[in-house]
């Protein structure tokens, strides 16, 4: 039997609507900011959802070569910003580790999106002649893990996962799997989207996913488990985490936040979109979590919600904590990221990843904003609009996608 090895988090980068770096995110995160304004990236008028949360002030140029910055999507940009602060974070140097035990994997559930819109407007106006060299590699969802494996030297394990929103998360698991089972003793795990372009919005909002009545108050607009929510807010950004071998990570003297204890995954085999009902397979996702961690369920403090703002997920996710937790349930805080940032797509579950941590660094839960109104049945303590004082030894991040995907992660208190 292959003995399995401790994993630990000891770097945090955020790229988010509420903040650049961990400590601007943190700060914004748990005084409640709202990060949903109209859409800038282009012109919304006419679009049924004309907000978003951007990615305010983000200048590339710090963190990716000038040259290079045209060669690559807003995505990979992000991811390797994101990266670059996650390393920083760290206090990792290139010689702290063996480039061919060092890894990425960095998840995106679409991709260049921004790059094919705008590509295919050229090659219809100006024809193919036109179209940039870099088109292909600009948009393929692979090459934010591409394009940070070369920026760092990173020649281990290199994937990109894609499970539409739960591909952070699943990118996250997965580099844990890869240390655990001794592939590698350093991995950059996260995710990376920036879909907000005028295809992007318009498709999501053709499947009437999008919140489209709150177009002139978008401060109120992401709202999830309250009883007036009416569909999610896009975001973009990326969360990027470092994962080390808990010896690795010891013998260079780093900070670490907490350790990774758990990793579920399954599918709930149902429909395209809509979540199964009931929560039934999610409850079973959060189970094999807690498993793999050798935690019952009492022992979790807190969850950071998939918590989208859509009437199915909201739902489902609340009937799924209540089915594995049972009156535990009702101890837990259980807030969402999401009704600050807007749902960040295929880089939610790095940037609540990021946030769980940091709520069991610092005891500390963040709000769920805009909750106003108890919805039948949603009755937990969704920590409504202020943040909560408390203890967090133990705490798991859903993440739940388009075809069915969910992913949990667990993480708790690093005992030595």
Request: charged share 20%.
């Amino acid at each position: 039997m292959i003995q399995e090895n401790r994993v630990v988090v000891t770097g945090l980068g955020a790229v988010s609507p509420i903040g650049i770096g961990k400590e601007k995110f943190w700060a914004a995160a748990t005084a409640g900011t709202n990060g949903v304004e109209r859409i800038t990236r282009f012109d919304p008028t006419g679009y049924a959802s004309q907000i978003a949360g951007e990615v305010q002030d983000f200048d590339p140029a710090l963190f990716v070569e000038k040259k290079e910055i045209k060669r690559m999507d807003r995505y990979t940009q992000f991811a390797l910003a994101a990266t670059r602060l996650a390393f920083d974070d760290a206090k990792l140097k290139l010689e702290d580790f063996d480039s061919e035990r060092a890894g990425v994997f960095v998840g995106a559930g679409i991709g260049g999106m921004e790059t094919l819109h705008n590509q295919y407007e050229k090659l219809f106006t100006k024809g193919p002649s036109r179209i940039s060299p870099f088109f292909i590699p600009m948009m393929i969802a692979n090459m934010a893990a591409g394009n940070i494996a070369i920026a760092f030297k990173l020649q281990g394990p290199c994937e990109c996962i894609v499970t539409a929103c739960a591909s952070g998360t699943n990118s996250i698991g997965d580099a844990y799997r890869a240390i655990q089972r001794g592939e590698a003793d350093l991995m950059f795990a996260g995710g990376s989207e920036a879909a907000i372009s005028p295809a992007g919005v318009a498709g999501f909002g053709s499947m009437k996913a999008l919140c489209a009545d709150h177009n002139d108050d978008p401060a109120h607009a992401s709202r999830p488990f309250d009883k007036n929510r009416s569909g999610f807010v896009m975001g973009e950004g990326a969360g990027i985490i470092v994962l080390e071998k808990l010896e690795h990570a010891l013998a260079r003297g780093a900070h670490i936040y907490a350790e990774v204890v758990g990793y579920g995954r399954n599918d709930d085999a149902y429909h395209i979109t809509t979540p199964a009902p009931g929560g039934i397979t999610q409850a079973k996702c959060m189970k094999l979590a807690l498993d793999d961690a050798g935690l019952k369920p009492e022992e979790i403090d807190y969850i950071n919600a998939h918590g989208t703002s859509t009437q199915f997920n909201d739902r489902g996710e609340t009937e799924a904590i209540k089915i594995l937790f049972g009156e535990h349930a009702y101890k837990l805080a259980v807030s969402s990221t999401k009704s600050m940032t807007g749902h960040m797509l295929g880089a939610a579950g790095g940037i609540e990843a990021i946030a769980t941590v940091l709520s069991i660094e610092h005891d500390l839960v963040h709000p769920t904003i805009n909750y106003e109104t108890q919805d039948d049945g949603l009755d937990l303590n969704y920590v409504p609009n202020v943040a909560q004082a408390r203890t967090v030894n133990a705490a798991i991040s859903n993440s739940f996608g388009f075809g069915g995907h969910n992913a949990c992660l667990a993480f708790k208190k690093f005992v030595g």
